[in-house]
């Protein structure tokens, strides 16, 4: 408590003018010396917490609004000295620095104090917070960032240029950092070429001259044409001013980049910052970046991508589709059509990239002749791709254009069935062709082929266990009504516990029970289904998680429930902590405190060796209900009315 005094006398001076100068009255400074008292005692518990912390000072930014709108309204000039106009932000600062001590380890909290402090315009401040923040974290890539940034905005390049060349030698596989070196250099020769303009320096052919017409305003006013500077000559020194102009350094660190991260990821950032930069050197850079991804990463189907479609998209941009579009698409589709050939290139990513760069385009071209050009490429290179080279991204991707309305020219439902079918024979185990023929079927409205479909699919379907979740529920979720839903589920349920993936069945039972509690179930009705999950399903302890997470979140959640899933819970291995504490928080929100406590000293008794863990969890218990309670019995009215400001900063 001496702590809280202390920093209640330290804050008096302040209170005193602000009173003085009519920013406040003397209710509103009682009621901040309450708050900030509250503040003062959570920073000083045994615990502290981050969140005190920044309630804290989110608190005295509100103060500090309040007070400069007061002072704007009331016409209250600012004095020399005067402490009431910084000692609100300086108690900011004061919070923060505070809390970085307390946790150094946390970034975020260092960004937000430089963050502050720029806010602030506190630019000394800015300086030191970030040298002391790349101390305890060099391999933090966005400190670097911050720093160098404020530097520029101290018009000191070098000091920024130093800071991520120091921040690049430690963080060499940082794409964001490479990237905003680029830009950083970028600008800097930009900025170098709006000076020269405004000094009338212009550069022509390896020459530095001073522009010699009235645009400069560097020539005499009474008609003077002698140009103040003139340096010509191609020396070696002209030639390499040429070669920084016109962005030599830039593509430097562009080669650098691209080397130390030989990654999609990496030119698509430089791509993103090239492309959005306003520079007369974008064209020939974007040139230099397109062609080093074809050495860099010359069999990676994400750059040959990336490399087949940059034309389409810049064509794109403009608001027709011309004859630039049509070329640029062309292009495109052959130079990935070619890539699938390939034997260097791995079929199945290739088959993938393509297969949705096409349906993309599909989905996004007006011209319909444009649309059936693509959908026509991709089912002919089908045709004239060996076996070995198809993928069944590419296989699936062409039934579903088959059938999609955006097909200018569909095939018969004669021909897509037959197709399905030899695709499924190329590829039996795969969830995305038979997803695919599910479609297909459902098109066709064949009630009898889709329920063949898929009992088939899910026989011989096989991947992750997303996918095998869109295949085991494509026709339970195409169901609207709860009932029926349920009785599709209890039919496939059993057949999953056949199934060799070990994560379908939990999966799919987790599935069950959300839409179980999704419709209004009675009390009783939910009783029968809890005890027909554990008698027939197998339920796992994650099942018996989710089922006690939804039992208690039911408007009318059952006690009697809830103790039937608690009991099977906590005989499972590893749970008898994890339940008893999960039941114990529900009886103590619900005001049985005591029969909580009854759960977690049989939870003791039941193993010794947990008992620390669950003396932890029981005491996070209590002290979440604490503060739980002391928010809801908080006053939300305000003493004052802040209308004026719109900051909730007064509370009782």
Not at 9 to 21: A, R
Not at 324 to 346: G, P, T, Y
């Amino acid at each position: 408590m001496e702590k809280v005094h202390f920093h209640q006398e330290q804050m008096l001076p302040e209170l005193k003018e602000f009173v003085q100068k009519g920013i406040f009255t003397q209710s509103e400074i009682k009621q901040i010396i309450k708050k900030r008292t509250e503040f003062e005692r959570a920073l000083v518990r045994r615990i502290a917490k981050k969140g005190d912390y920044l309630r804290y000072v989110q608190y005295e930014m509100g103060l500090e609004a309040l007070r400069k709108k007061r002072a704007k309204r009331f016409n209250i000039a600012p004095t020399p000295h005067s402490i009431s106009d910084y000692a609100l932000v300086r108690r900011q600062f004061y919070i923060f620095e505070r809390a970085v001590r307390k946790f150094k380890g946390d970034v975020d909290l260092w960004i937000q104090y430089i963050q502050l402090a720029k806010k602030e315009k506190a630019r000394s401040l800015v300086g030191k917070i970030s040298a002391r923040a790349l101390q305890l974290h060099p391999t933090e890539a966005v400190l670097y960032i911050l720093a160098s940034a404020h530097e520029l905005d101290q018009l000191s390049p070098t000091a920024a240029r130093a800071l991520l060349q120091r921040g690049l030698r430690l963080n060499k596989d940082s794409i964001r950092l490479w990237t905003e070196y680029a830009k950083m250099e970028l600008g800097y020769i930009e900025g170098l070429k709006r000076r020269w303009h405004a000094l009338g320096i212009k550069l022509e052919n390896g020459n530095t001259s001073v522009a010699k017409d009235k645009e400069s305003g560097l020539l005499d006013p009474e008609g003077d044409t002698e140009p103040t500077i003139v340096v010509e000559g191609e020396d070696s020194n002209s030639e390499a001013i040429r070669d920084v102009m016109n962005g030599a350094i830039v593509r430097t660190v562009i080669h650098n980049a691209v080397e130390a991260i030989p990654k999609v990821e990496m030119f698509s950032s430089l791509r993103t910052m090239l492309s959005s930069y306003p520079t007369e050197l974008r064209s020939s850079l974007l040139s230099d970046l397109y062609s080093q991804i074809d050495t860099v990463l010359p069999h990676d189907p994400q750059a040959v991508l990336f490399a087949a479609t940059h034309a389409l998209s810049a064509a794109s941009d403009t608001p027709n589709e011309g004859g630039d579009i049509v070329e640029a698409l062309r292009e495109a589709n052959e130079r990935l059509s070619n890539a699938l050939k390939s034997e260097e290139i791995d079929k199945t990513k290739m088959g993938h990239s393509y297969a949705t760069w096409v349906e993309e385009w599909v989905n996004k071209l007006d011209e319909e002749n444009l649309r059936l050009y693509l959908i026509q490429s991709l089912h002919a290179l089908i045709l004239s791709l060996p076996s070995h080279r198809l993928s069944p991204s590419l296989l699936a991707t062409d039934l579903r254009l088959s059938i999609s309305p955006r097909n200018p020219i569909p095939p018969s439902g004669k021909k897509v069935t037959k197709s399905s079918q030899k695709y499924s024979n190329l590829f039996p185990d795969s969830t995305e062709i038979w997803l695919a023929r599910l479609q297909i079927a459902g098109k066709n409205a064949d009630s009898e082929l889709i329920k063949k479909t898929w009992k088939e699919a899910r026989k011989l379907a096989k991947g992750d266990t997303e996918e095998l979740l869109q295949v085991w529920l494509y026709v339970v979720d195409s169901h609207e009504q709860t009932a029926d839903k349920i009785k599709l589920y209890e039919d496939i349920l059993l057949d999953s516990m056949q199934h060799s993936s070990a994560s379908l069945h939990p999966n799919l039972l987790n599935r069950y029970i959300a839409d179980l509690y999704s419709g209004p179930l009675s009390i009783p009705r939910r009783h029968s289904a809890i005890t027909r999950i554990f008698q027939l399903y197998l339920p796992s302890s994650a099942t018996y998680a989710h089922l006690f997470q939804c039992e208690s979140k039911c408007s009318e959640s059952s006690l009697k429930n809830l103790e039937l899933i608690f009991d099977k819970w906590r005989v499972a291995p590893g749970e008898a902590v994890n339940s008893a504490c999960q039941w114990a928080s529900w009886l103590v929100q619900n005001g049985k405190g005591k029969e909580a406590k009854d759960v977690i000293e049989r939870a003791r008794l039941g193993d010794p060796g947990t008992k620390q863990e669950l003396d932890v969890k029981w005491m996070e218990i209590l002290q979440a209900e604490q503060e739980d309670t002391k928010t809801h019995d908080e006053d939300e009215h305000h003493d004052i009315d802040m209308n004026d400001a719109g900051i909730d900063v007064f509370m009782n």
